[in-house]
């Protein structure tokens, strides 16, 4: 959303904070008066907030930098735990088969 557009979107909350209407049953009337001190403070606490919510998202963009990079230093630790357990069960896997099959020597000894 443009600057613009947002604007126009605040700028029916600032009029309405901003107005004061007053009647009169003696004359049957209504008066309608705008505070433009009202509307600067109401635009000024709106920057304020738009302000700090700036911050908030800018230090969170910037927190996830190192978050994202101790992440991925985790994540790779604990795949290279992974493949390491892997290769030594393979080895045992491996180790366990070879220890079954007779030896290679003693298969011609006995043809």
Same mark, same amino acid.
């Given at each position: ?24 049953? #003696?004359?049957? /009337?209504?008066?309608? /008066? ?8 109401? &635009? ?5 907030? #738009? ?6 998202? #800018? ?5 996830? &930098? ?13 795949? /290279? ?8 069960? &393979? ?8 220890? &079954? ?6 298969? %011609? #000894?006995? %043809?």
């Amino acid at each position: 959303m443009t600057p613009f557009a947002q604007a126009l979107c605040v700028l029916p909350l600032l009029l309405a904070a901003a107005c004061n209407v007053t009647k009169d049953p #003696a004359n049957e /009337s209504t008066t309608l /008066s705008v505070d433009q001190n009202k509307i600067e403070n109401a &635009g000024d606490m709106l920057l304020n907030e #738009a302000a700090e919510a700036t911050e908030i998202a #800018a230090n969170k963009i910037e927190n996830a &930098g190192p978050e994202l990079e101790n992440s991925a230093a985790t994540i790779k630790e604990r795949a /290279s735990r992974v493949a390491d357990k892997a290769e030594a069960l &393979g080895n045992r896997v491996e180790t366990k088969v070879d220890a &079954g099959k007779p030896a290679e020597n003693e298969a %011609h #000894a006995n %043809h």
